[in-house]
């Protein structure tokens, strides 16, 4: 049997819609019929062959984020039947097939039942947003009920998740934007602060008397990681989706501040921790159905025939939130 699936032979090149054997689940695999692809900045990063973190080799097929109906099971696979509605972070990098195609395998551990609030277009917008903020709020920085936290780049695909997850934590939260965004960040219950309009002086001192914040998460980078170096509290955490670049730790050594990273490819790329992202997902599905958390999807709907127009969006600045494909 075969499958439709759009394959990347060089980077930059357009897709090309082929036929590939379909796949077959092996121990421990789930095959997915897909029904959406979620897609973000990092798989235009991959497509354009400017990743090499990501480690995914030509010809491949893009797609790290994936929704869909469970077809078949593999051995030793107890947790998910056919019919089952599910989603994950499953491909897309590390020579593992993305979700631009009907059908992938993939490990089990990297699933979970979608949530029963949301479409599987909605639920495949989902899991890399999530997981990386997960990572960085609740097992890096360890946020509990009352304390500050700064989200950078609030609206964002990550930001807009953590301010959510940050709020259901308890935390108190702010978050950087600007224009439009403002009004985006504060409706999820966010004190929005204008990054343009603001230094980072200002609004430390405006946000928490001139403390800092206890907790701050950069999904940006480069120079907003700098900002949040200098707005994290003494003794605080500041955790950056995004810190490959070179900065100056002195604001943060003066403040006996701690760092972490979040690699959120981690698992995929080397196998290790798998059973986590399964994890965290079932945390968001609880979140979801609770009426906690909730993504942004773009409005425009993509499929596999206009593809193109949805990796335009990212690289165009465009999208007003997470860009979905149907894939089904």
């Not at 797609?63 to 599910?86: L, Q, R």
């Not at 609206?155 to 965004?181: E, N």
């Amino acid at each position: 049997m075969s499958m439709q699936a759009l394959i990347l032979r060089e980077y930059n090149a357009p897709l090309a819609r082929v036929e590939l054997d379909r796949p077959q689940p092996g121990p421990g695999q789930v095959l997915v019929r897909i029904a959406a692809s979620g897609l973000n900045p990092l798989d235009l990063k991959i497509r354009a062959g400017a990743a090499a973190h990501a480690r995914h080799p030509l010809p491949l097929v893009l797609g790290i984020d994936m929704a869909g109906v469970v077809e078949a099971v593999g051995a030793g696979v107890t947790a998910f039947h056919p019919g089952d509605e599910v989603y994950g972070m499953t491909g897309g990098v590390g020579g593992i097939q993305g979700s631009l195609a009907q059908y992938a395998a993939v490990d089990a551990a990297l699933l979970a039942h979608k949530p029963a609030t949301l479409s599987l277009r909605e639920a495949a917008a989902l899991p890399l947003s999530f997981i990386t903020a997960y990572l960085g709020l609740v097992d890096r920085a360890h946020v509990q009920a009352g304390q500050t936290v700064l989200v950078q780049g609030g609206a964002g695909g990550v930001g807009h998740i953590a301010v959510q997850l940050a709020r259901a934590l308890g935390a108190q939260v702010s978050a950087t934007a600007t224009g439009a965004q403002l009004e985006r960040v504060s409706a999820m219950g966010a004190a929005p602060i204008d990054y343009r309009a603001e230094a980072v002086e200002q609004y430390v001192a405006s946000r928490t008397g001139g403390r800092g914040f206890d907790v701050v998460y950069d999904s940006v980078g480069g120079p907003t990681l700098d900002a949040s170096f200098a707005a994290v509290s003494h003794f605080g955490h500041v955790v950056s989706a995004l810190g490959w670049g070179t900065h100056t730790l002195a604001p943060l050594s003066f403040r006996e501040a701690s760092y972490s990273g979040v690699f959120t490819l981690h698992p995929l790329l080397t196998g290790q921790f798998r059973e986590h992202h399964g994890e965290m997902l079932r945390e968001a599905a609880k979140l979801v159905d609770a009426g906690r958390l909730r993504p942004h999807v773009d409005p425009r709907r993509f499929d596999m025939d206009s593809v193109e127009q949805a990796y335009d969006a990212i690289a165009q600045g465009t999208a007003r939130a997470k860009i979905v494909v149907d894939v089904g």
